[in-house]
Every structure is written in C-alpha cells, then in structure tokens.
C-alpha cells in the first residue's frame, strides 16, 4: 500500500465512514478503476491519471444497494454527480467526496475554468484558465469560416459514439443518435445534424469535464464546442450546469419557477 | 439565373397560431407560398431536433410559431419553447449556421394579419439569406 | 405496407380556384403507399363523405388523408366517416390546402399547386406511420367537494345537492357564511344578509345529499377528474372523502391594515367589517369619515378590490339614516360603483349630503387622535387646499385579500395563482369558472374579489361546471396524450419537470425505473417530447417518427425536385 492509498483509506473509512472506497489503483503495472471494500488493503493508489471515475460509479451502482461509497472526485466529476444526484439517478447520502484538485498540466488541458473542488482533499489548488483559445478563434471568425470549420472537422467523425458513451452526464442506455429518426444519413462520418443534437442535449448538463473530448478517435474539439454552448447558456440564462439545487432553464417558466409548484403566473 | 425560391418549414400551435394561420386564410390575406405548416398541439412539442433536421436537410428556414406568453392552452407550455428555440439558434451559430434561418414569433388566434406579416418578412428574410448553405453538404 | 387512400377537395371553386386538383391528384398517386386517389366537389358534403367510406371498403384502405379546409373545424366529421367505414379515427390525417394555400396564394395557381403537392405529401408521409388508438376513459365518482363555506361555496354546494349530487363542503371556521356573516345588509339592492345565508344553509341540510365539514381542514389532494380523493382533518379526525369535482371557494380576507391611517394606535379608526359589526348593534353615532383604497391601487397591490366603494356609499347612507344631521364624508380617489342599481346609491348618496372629497396617491390623507374621536387632514384635490374634517369614526376601506392558505390549496390541487395569490381560471373569457386541471372549478372571492350577487352567479356556474362529468359518469380523453418507451427511457426526470400538469411520475416498470404517462391527466402538450433527450417519449398523433417523416417528405418534394 502506497502512501496514497494509506491516505485515501484513512479518509474514506476513518474519517468520514465509507464502506466502498472507488480510485484508481495500480496493480501489475497497470492502473485501473477499483472499488476497494472496507478493511481491505487499498493497494498503490494513483491519482495522477485524468480519469472519469463518475461513469464507472453510474455502472457499478446499481449493483451496490447497500452502504457508502467514496469516491475520488475532480471538481468536474463532482458537478457530474451533482447532476445525476439532481435527476434522483443517485442517492446523495450514499456518496462521499473526496475533493482531488487538477495539476496545472491537467487545468490547462482542459482550459478549465473551475478546478477546483469544494474541498480538497488531495493535490494543490491551481488557477484556474479563463479562455479557450480556439474559442476565441472560432469566436473572431466569420460565419462562413465557422461552419468550414466544424465542416472539416465534423467530417473526422466516424461515430464511434466515444463522445456519449464516455460522458458521465450522457444517461440515456441507447442513444437516439444510433437512430435515423434525426440523423437519417446512413454511414460514416454522420451528418451535421449528429453533433447538434448532442449540442442540445448537453446544452443544459455539459460540466466541461474533456471526456468527450479526450475519447473522440478523430480528435475533434469537442470539449471547445460544449464550451460555446456553455457560455450561451449562461450569458441567456445565468445558468452554469452542475449546480446542486438549481434546475436547467430549459425546463423551467420563464420567470424560472419550477412547474411543479402548481403556481404558474399565465 | 432562376430566382431563389426558399423551402421554409412552420410549426405552429393547434390552439393560437394555427388557428391565426386559418383566420390569414378566411380573411383571404396574401402571403408568399414558401411556406409549409406542420400543426403540433403546443410549440413546446416542438423538438429542437426538428430544426436541426430541418435545416442539415436543406430546409432554408424554420419558424415556431406559438401562443403569446401568458395565453398559452397548457399554462405555460411555451415559457420552455421561449427559451429551448433560442438556445438552439445559439447553438447553430456556434457551428456556423445563420441562426436567422430560425424564426421564433407568437401568433395568436386573432392575429390573421400578424400571421401574414411574419411569413411575409421571414421568407424576404430568408430570400435575403440566399440559400442554405449546408443544402447538398455531404460531410 | 399501409394502404392510404387520399382525397382531394374541391371545396367548390374555394380550392379548385387556385389549386389544380387533377394535378395534386396525379402527384399524390404516386407517393408511397397511395392505393387511391380521389377528389370531392365537397368532401364534407353527404356524398363526398359517402364517397370517402366506399372508397375505403372497395380498396380496403387503412390510413385515410384529406386535403380540403382546417382540422379545427372538420377533423371530427371526417374521422367519424372513417370510424363507420370500419376503420380507426385515428387513422386519418388532414392536410389544409384551403386556407393554407389556396385562399392565401389566390392569385399564384401554380406556387399554391406545387405547395399543396408537397403539403400532401407530407400528410401521406405522416399517415403511413399512424396507428390506431383508443380513447382513454375513466369512471365518474358521483360525489362533489366545495372547499369554503361563504356564499360562493354554499351556493355551488346547494345547487349540487339539489341536483341530487352527493356534495361535500368543507368549511375551515365553525360557521358558515364566510365574510358576509359579519355584514347585516348587501349593497347596492339592500338586500338582508342572515335570511339570505340562512336559507342556502337550510337547503343544504335539508338535502339528504348535502354534507356539511365544520372546523375542516385539508390535508391532501391526489387523483384527477373523476378519481379525486381527498383527505382533510374534521375537529381531531382524519377523513377521506373520494370525489369526481372539486369547487374552490375559498373566498379572501378582509386587508388589515396595521400602522396605516392610525389603525392600530387610534381606536377611533376601524376597518370596514368593525363598521359592518358595529352598524348591526346599531352602535354608530357621530360624524363618520370613510378612506377609501387602503392598502390597494399602490405599488404592490396594484389591483382594485370592485367592492368597497359600493360597501362605503351603502354605509355612509344607512349612518345617515340612523343618525340623521351627521356629517359622512368619503374620501377616495375615485368612485367605483358602476352598474344601474349602484350608480343608483351613489347619486342618492350626493344628493342625501355625504359629502365626497378627492385625494392622491402622493398626498394621503394623515388621521389622528383627538378626544375619543380623531381628525383626518387631507389634500382635497378638487378645492386644491388641505382640510381638516373631526370624526368620531374614521373607517378605512381595505381590499379583499388572497388568504395565506390559498398557497396550500393552489399546491394541494396544483392550479395556478396570480401574484397577488388570487386563483387564476382556465381562460377568463371562455372558461371562466375552471381551472386548466380538468375537475378543478372555481368560483367567488378565491377567483378576485366579488359581490354577494356575483358569488351567487358564480356558485351556480362553477356547480353546473362540476355536475357535467358527474352526470356524464365517464371522462373521456383525446388519444393525443402522452407515453414512454420504457426501453429507451433513461429516468432522467426531464419529462417530470417540465409537464404542466404533473401527469410524469418515475416508477419501477419492467424491472427498471421508467417514465409513466397518467393519461387521464395528460393533455397532450407534448412538452415532455421536446425535453426527452432519448426520443422515449412520444405523443400519440404526433410521434417524433411521424413529423420526421414530413420533414423528409418536404425535403424530398421541395428540394429533390417534384416538378
């Protein structure tokens, strides 16, 4: 057991009660997801890998309907389960955090604009990056320039579905863009149609965490293209996803009152 | 050179801009006939998909059209499509495609004339754009 | 492969003027799935709808479409004529090439052809992928449930009663008879207030099928129209009462108006109801000066309460008459009384000497105590001068206001409020004592502050309202209501936040958790489809599958050339 994990065990199950510690861990040279029991040897530990550890919680969860489970989370990976604990896909009080903050290499990876997460448990606070710079590119171009843009690179697609299947706030089992209902071209790369529809659909939940980003086999930008929609999304809505309480706009009046209120001003 | 003639796609709502769209009708007010209407029963059944589909089809312009805010016929059905259409236009400009191509407008049963008005400007809109430029783009 | 059979409508020379019929006609043989094609001079005509139903069992056709005039006004004819030729009535669709097209492009015959070409293309388009539905229906509990027990709520209870219907009313106080308890005499006519109460309580009880809830309160609500039930605390006991309708009359309160005009610090200052209690004692002497608007027609409660005026001139005449030589003044900032009986007292008030005097928003009167009485000093706006006036009574008139419970009750029965907390109906003119929530009715002070006479009018409407699905004994709904694909859904709750009328639940279904659709509360909004980002759920008539296919339909007509 490396010091990290001594670490991260006396957190999880010392401190705050976790029967379930969920981290990378290494073993033979290799370093994977692993949920580690209670009183059971928390192994070489590593946390220096960007890794999306909400996705294999989502999948494991169902079948662990008892205890607490920690797990290491960035700030992206918590505003992931803040959006799932939102749609009641998963019970708050079964959760622990453990608050990872990025490396500078990894905040700038991401251009990310908030890494750092409500409470650090490991690794130091870095500043966080305001701009992307590809979308301040995209953003001084004409219009025309814009859509040759994303034209060529929408093109490098060959719908892997990498980008849905690695998001940890895609829920859905089968996605409707296996379908032809609204992508009707068959075949590979997809149509426009493909990449703005997955616009929309995380127009209201997209937390900024890359994945989709770092599994395109094409190696489109994706994560820049949530970033636009992202920035609209606040700048029309004050609205930033990942937020514990507060629910998308999108499915609010437009005073923003919850519909189920039962107090509709009309 | 043959004039530009544009395909536009209109949803509009069974209980306000429909029934605007068959009041323009009986009050035999003249409109250009670019426009194709598809009834849905609210404007907020109407899928962001849909435009997006629309248009990387070739469609030169969609318009929703629904109640005014406050009159819609489930309360407050069209307080999301006030803001679900114009997140999608965003998220079209984003990718380089003129958001103008989608029209967001209220048309109530009463406003025959209104119904005239915003298919006249949008298809001039719409010819001033020229064609969709993703018609015929094969990725 | 569906067979449709398409039809073309003349409609005289409304269409045919504009439209080349034989040419959509050719056009529409074509597309996929037509295995008959025919015209109408009239479709809707005795023959035409003959013609559509021979047609149908001669071809043995399964999807029938129409292209004539507006689904608004005839979709329920031709759909009837589709039921008896055999065929489900939701397997026809409509396509409007009269006023969408022909009517609106008369003078381009050949743009208006081409577009109702395209147009029924897309009608076909979406014809091929319907299927048959089957119309929800519910069972009608026989019972009605009035909430409040003031006028309003004792006249919609006693005429259901009357009706023979098993009627609830719930009362949270314990009496009956609301505010108007406290008032002897009803403006303008002079009507007596208690023979009036006396006798709609006497014919609630005297009806074997009225029940009467003292000291009741509300606890819960669930169901829909037909199946409500609802569970209210009576004195210590918890009830359940299962009903088909409820009507709301929870009525409103008199404004307090704490720290205004000296209410509260001067006891010579009252309220208008302490007026009412006194005048019944025939306690009042002395001169008298009522303020009108107290606490409304300003900034945060911006509306007019439509009754006080008339209650001020009805009181400053009936002192008068018990104290003949008192001076009754009312100042006010306009006089509301509108109608021939009301006009009546204000102008028999002028002429008996109440005397009037007009102030502003921005310069109110200021009252204060003298003696046991008080003086109002008040900018008159007519003299252009301020002017004192010596009161053994000041009585301030204070709007009705929204009870603080109406809150509990909007969200017990999920109906929507305004944002002074007054109940909002369905459409104020075409649907003015319901709510959208079907079963939901409304009617008296709840709605906005009213007469005796107009909670009279509106207990007898909201009780006419709530008997028809009793007497109907079923509800039926339009199968245009919204359902999940359980297979595809994620339980993402989308659909639950964004229904209107809380139709959603996530549930166990299959072994997973999955969207369910209450039909007999859906309307068939289809909000839920728009925020489904898995395509699960979908509106019977209107799938996702269906208005794909008529966009693919326009784009193949329009832009591939149909020439």
Redesign the interface.
């Known amino acids: 057991m490396n010091e990290l994990g001594k670490k991260l065990a006396r957190i999880a199950f010392d401190e705050r009660g976790a029967d379930y510690l969920l981290a990378m861990r290494e073993e033979h040279g290799n370093v994977a997801p692993s949920m580690i029991r209670k009183g059971e040897d928390a192994g070489d530990v590593r946390v220096d890998l960007p890794y999306q550890l909400v996705n294999i919680l989502s999948n494991i969860y169902p079948w662990v309907p008892k205890g607490r489970i920690a797990v290491v989370c960035r700030r992206c990976d918590e505003k992931a389960l803040n959006e799932i604990i939102k749609?009641?896909?998963m019970d708050r009080d079964r959760l622990i955090l453990i608050g990872l903050a990025c490396t500078r290499e990894q905040v700038a990876l991401c251009r990310c604009s908030d890494p750092v997460p409500s409470k650090v448990d490991i690794g130091e606070a870095n500043a966080p990056v305001r701009e992307d710079p590809l979308m301040v590119k995209?953003d001084s171009?004409s219009?025309?320039?814009?859509?040759?843009?994303?034209?060529s690179e929408?093109?490098k697609?060959n719908k892997c579905f990498g980008c849905t299947l690695n998001c940890p706030v895609c829920?859905?089992?089968?996605?409707?863009l296996e379908?032809h209902?609204?992508?009707?071209e068959l075949g590979i790369?997809?149509?426009?149609?493909f990449?703005?529809?997955r616009?929309?659909?995380m127009?209201d939940k997209c937390i900024e965490c890359g994945e989709c980003e770092r599994s395109c086999a094409g190696g489109i930008p994706l994560l820049t293209?949530r970033k636009?929609?992202n920035r609209?999304?606040k700048r029309?809505?004050g609205y930033e996803a990942g937020d514990k309480e507060k629910?998308?706009?999108?499915?609010?009046?437009?005073e923003g009152k919850?519909?189920?209120?039962?107090?509709?001003?009309? | 050179m043959t004039e530009f003639n544009p395909t536009i796609l209109a949803f509009c709502c069974n209980w306000c801009s429909y029934a605007g769209a068959d009041l323009a009708g009986v009050s035999r007010l003249q409109m250009p006939p670019n426009v194709h209407v598809v009834r849905v029963m609210c404007s907020a059944s109407v899928k962001?998909?849909?435009i997006?589909?629309s248009l990387?089809?070739g469609i030169d312009g969609v318009l929703v059209l629904g109640c005014h805010?406050?009159d819609?016929h489930y309360?407050?059905g069209n307080?999301?499509t006030?803001?679900?259409v114009?997140?999608?236009q965003?998220?079209?400009?984003?990718?380089?495609?003129?958001s103008r191509r989608v029209k967001l407008d209220w048309v109530s049963a009463a406003e025959g004339e209104k119904f005239q008005q915003v298919i006249t400007e949008f298809v001039d809109e719409i010819k001033g754009l020229g064609p969709n430029?993703?018609r015929g783009?094969r990725? | 492969m569906a067979r449709i059979g398409v039809f073309i409508c003349h409609c005289g020379h409304n269409i045919a003027s504009a439209v080349d019929v034989e040419a959509v006609l050719a056009y529409a043989k074509t597309l996929p799935g037509v295995v008959f094609a025919g015209h109408n001079i009239y479709s809707c005509s005795q023959e035409g709808l003959s013609s559509i139903k021979s047609s149908i069992k001669e071809h043995q056709l399964d999807r029938v479409v129409v292209a004539a005039c507006t689904p608004r006004t005839h979709e329920p004819l031709f759909r009837k004529a589709c039921e008896q030729a055999g065929i489900n009535k939701y397997l026809f669709e409509f396509v409007n090439i009269r006023e969408h097209v022909s009517w609106i492009h008369a003078k381009e015959p050949v743009a208006a052809t081409e577009k109702a070409k395209k147009l029924v293309a897309m009608g076909v388009a979406k014809a091929a992928l319907l299927q048959p539905q089957t119309e929800g229906e519910a069972a009608v509990t026989p019972v009605a449930v009035v909430l409040g027990g003031g006028l309003a709520g004792l006249t919609a209870a006693s005429s259901l009663a009357g009706q023979g219907i098993e009627t609830h009313l719930i009362e949270k106080s314990e009496r009956l008879g609301g505010l108007l308890r406290d008032v002897s005499v009803i403006g303008p006519e002079g009507e007596l207030a208690k023979p009036l109460l006396d006798d709609m309580i006497s014919r609630l009880t005297r009806s074997k099928h009225g029940h009467i809830h003292l000291k009741s309160t509300v606890k819960g609500i669930s169901g829909f129209v037909g199946n409500f039930e609802l569970t209210f605390v009576e004195g210590c006991d918890e009830k359940k009462i299962k009903a088909g309708a409820i009507i709301v009359a929870t009525g409103a309160n008199e404004f307090t108006p704490v720290g205004d005009y000296g209410f509260g610090s001067v006891p010579a200052v009252v309220t208008q109801l302490e007026l009412e209690r006194r005048l019944a004692k025939g306690d009042v002497a002395g001169d008298v000066v009522f303020i009108q608007c107290v606490g409304c027609r300003q900034p945060g409660r911006e509306y007019c309460s439509r009754i006080c005026c008339n209650v001020s001139l009805k009181n400053a005449l009936r002192l008068l008459t018990l104290s003949p030589g008192s001076a009754v003044t009312i100042i006010h900032r306009d006089i509301m009384s509108s109608g021939t009986a009301a006009e009546r007292v204000y102008k028999e008030a002028s002429e008996t000497g109440v005397r009037f005097v007009r102030y502003g928003l921005e310069r109110p009167p200021k009252v204060s105590a003298e003696g046991d009485g008080a003086v109002v000093e008040v900018f008159d706006e007519t003299l252009d001068e301020t002017i004192e006036l010596d009161a053994g009574l000041v009585v301030l008139a204070t709007p009705l206001v929204s009870p603080p419970d109406s809150?509990e009750t909007?969200?017990l029965?999920?109906?929507?409020?305004?944002?002074h907390g007054f109940f909002?109906e369905a459409h104020v003119k075409l649907r003015p004592n319901e709510f959208a929530t079907d079963g939901v009715f409304v009617c008296g002070s709840a709605r906005w502050p009213v007469s005796a006479r107009e909670c009279i009018y509106q207990g007898l409407a909201a009780a006419a309202k709530a008997s028809i699905p009793i007497r109907e004994g079923k509800v039926v709904s339009e199968a245009i209501t919204a359902y999940a694909d359980v297979?595809?859904c994620?339980?993402?709750?989308?659909c639950v936040?964004?229904?209107?009328y809380?139709a959603i639940e996530?549930i166990q279904v299959k072994g997973k958790l999955a969207a369910k659709v209450n039909e007999a509360v859906c309307k068939g909004c289809g909000s839920c489809v728009a925020?489904c980002?898995?395509?699960?759920m979908q509106q019977k008539g209107f799938t996702?599958?269906q208005l794909?296919a008529m966009i693919?339909a326009l784009v193949k007509g329009a832009l591939e050339g149909a020439q």
Not at chain 1, 171 to 176: A, N, S, T
Not at chain 1, 258 to 266: F, S
Not at chain 3, 413 to 419: E, G, I, S, Y
Request: net charge negative; with cysteine.
């Open positions: 749609r009641n896909l995209l171009m219009q025309q320039d814009r859509l040759k843009f994303w034209t929408f093109r697609c829920f859905c089992d089968d996605c409707v379908e209902t609204f992508t009707p790369p997809p149509s426009f149609a990449h703005l529809v616009s929309m659909h127009s293209l636009m929609a609209d999304m029309m809505f629910v998308s706009p999108l499915l609010t009046t437009l919850l519909l189920e209120d039962g107090e509709h001003v009309c | 962001p998909e849909y997006f589909k990387v089809q805010i406050g819609c309360l407050t307080h999301r006030a803001k679900r114009p997140i999608a965003k998220l079209l400009d984003d990718v380089g495609v003129d430029p993703m783009v990725l | 809150e909007g969200k029965l999920k109906v929507p409020r305004d944002k909002l297979d595809k994620a339980a993402c709750g989308n936040l964004t229904c209107p809380d996530i925020a980002p898995n395509d699960a996702t599958q794909g693919d």
